[in-house]
């Protein structure tokens, strides 16, 4: 016939391994933290590249804004000083000028807001004609440092690929 075992010897019988298995899984394994862990990870990875856009976008904005300013205070200008925009006999490439519509401060201010954001490697670009009857503004994006966003005397605000050059009209 079998052995009987009491249940004291039942006990001592089984295997330890297991026994203290159960007595002892309170808390998280490692594989458990390192998988929660590369989750956080990849999250806050995502967020991190889809802030930077925004901020990109923001300042593109932000460009587009100052530029706008321009536009409107070039035609207070305008308006205040013989319906020209400046009185130069040479046409201008100068946003720093002092006989055109570039020497306001209102305008000086948001020049140099809109060059500010786009940095150092930003180009901006302040054209007069020579008869003060036109003027263009240009500034490069910041998001695609390919594109400019100019705006002109014809009532023009446009993204162009083109750098403006000297001319008086966004293209």
Not at 8 to 29: C, D, E, H, N, V
Not at 30 to 39: G, S, T
Not at 104 to 109: C, F, G, H, L, Y
């Amino acid at each position: 016939m079998g052995i009987i075992q009491s249940p004291a010897t039942m006990r001592l019988s089984q295997p330890r391994g297991l026994a203290s298995l159960k007595l002892y899984r309170s808390g998280f394994t490692l594989i458990e933290l390192l998988v929660v862990i590369a989750i956080i990870g990849i999250l806050s990875a995502v967020v991190l590249a889809s802030l930077s856009t925004a901020r990109l976008k923001g300042q593109d904005a932000a460009i587009q804004s100052d530029l706008a300013s321009v536009h409107t205070q070039a035609e207070i200008y305008r308006s205040d000083n013989g319906n020209a925009y400046g009185t130069n006999g040479l046409d201008e490439s100068d946003c720093a000028a002092i006989d055109n519509m570039f020497a306001d401060e209102t305008i000086q201010r948001a020049v140099t807001a809109a060059d500010t954001v786009n940095g150092t490697t930003g180009s901006m670009t302040c054209n007069v004609a020579a008869d003060g009857t036109a003027y263009a503004v240009a500034a490069q994006m910041v998001s695609n440092d390919t594109l400019y966003w100019c705006v002109d005397s014809t009532g023009v605000a446009t993204s162009t690929a083109t750098a403006l050059g000297a001319a008086t009209a966004c293209s």
